[in-house]
């Protein structure tokens, strides 16, 4: 079995910055892609960043420019460093990740999710 296990949330003001963390842990064999999602009360879940076990990069573009994906591959962890925040990105954030477990298997897997809050 695999876990995800997110960190780093909590209450923050505008302008203020947060590092999420994820640690990834289990049978897992390796790991591809790794993304950060959000969802705001009322709203649908939303891709904010990914990153390849290469370290390429993607961003929606409500976040560009103040937030930064990062990953060890080596401990499995992903981050996300967030910067100028607003109020509008409070939500609660997951992480994702596409793991290779020790059966070969590949499958997606959540974790539970850190709620970030902005105050204005």
């Known amino acids: 079995q695999v876990q995800l296990v997110e960190s780093g949330g909590g209450l923050v003001q505008a302008g203020g910055s947060l590092r999420l963390s994820c640690a990834a842990s289990g049978r897992i064999f390796s790991i591809n892609f790794m993304r950060w999602y959000r969802q705001a009360p009322g709203k649908q879940r939303e891709l904010v960043a990914g990153i390849t076990s290469g370290g390429s990069t993607s961003y929606a573009d409500s976040v560009k420019g103040r937030f930064t994906v990062s990953r060890d591959n080596v401990e499995n962890t992903l981050y996300l460093q967030m910067n100028s925040l607003k109020p509008e990105d409070t939500a609660v954030y997951y992480c994702?990740?596409?793991?290779?477990?020790?059966?070969?298997?590949?499958?997606?897997?959540w974790g539970q999710g850190t709620q970030v809050t902005v105050s204005s």
């Open positions: 994702n990740a596409d793991v290779k477990t020790m059966s070969l298997v590949v499958r997606g897997y």
